[in-house]
């Protein structure tokens, strides 16, 4: 199983880390697994390239565990309204993703929301 915790900001999503295979399928050609990972790589790209933001990430493959965080989504760290609903709409959007795939790979996936400031992770 694939646990997501998204972080969140007085209510505003900025990140989340994933950690393990989703077990839907044997590793390396599990179908799950790979949209969950394109769905992550275009988060980060799309945030690094179209909203010219820094984006913090790490990669642990022994442990299977990708943390991702992105300041530009918070008012504190970013003062453009529209960049920062930009990046904030994309960890938004991507857990609402995931919310409606639990319909169907609930075996598979389990998504939590955690409220907590960036200086925390």
Do not use: W
């Given at each position: 199983?694939?646990?997501?915790?998204?972080?969140r900001?007085?209510?505003?999503?900025?990140?989340?880390?994933?950690?393990?295979?989703?077990?839907?399928?044997?590793?390396g050609?599990?179908?799950?697994?790979?949209?969950?990972?394109a769905?992550?790589?275009?988060l980060i790209?799309?945030?690094?390239?179209?909203?010219?933001?820094?984006?913090?990430?790490?990669?642990?493959d022994n442990?299977?565990?990708?943390?991702?965080?992105a300041r530009?989504a918070?008012?504190?760290?970013?003062?453009?309204d529209?960049?920062?609903?930009?990046?904030?709409?994309?960890?938004?959007g991507?857990?609402?993703q995931?919310?409606?795939?639990?319909?169907?790979?609930?075996?598979y996936?389990?998504?939590?929301?955690?409220n907590?400031?960036?200086?925390?992770d």
């Amino acid at each position: 199983m694939t646990k997501i915790v998204f972080y969140r900001s007085d209510g505003i999503f900025y990140g989340f880390e994933e950690q393990g295979h989703t077990g839907y399928g044997e590793e390396g050609t599990d179908i799950l697994c790979s949209a969950l990972s394109a769905m992550t790589m275009f988060l980060i790209n799309t945030i690094e390239v179209a909203y010219a933001s820094r984006v913090d990430y790490d990669i642990e493959d022994n442990t299977t565990t990708i943390r991702v965080r992105a300041r530009a989504a918070l008012p504190e760290y970013e003062a453009d309204d529209a960049k920062r609903y930009a990046v904030s709409g994309l960890f938004l959007g991507y857990y609402q993703q995931l919310t409606d795939m639990l319909e169907e790979y609930g075996d598979y996936l389990d998504v939590k929301v955690v409220n907590r400031s960036y200086e925390e992770d």
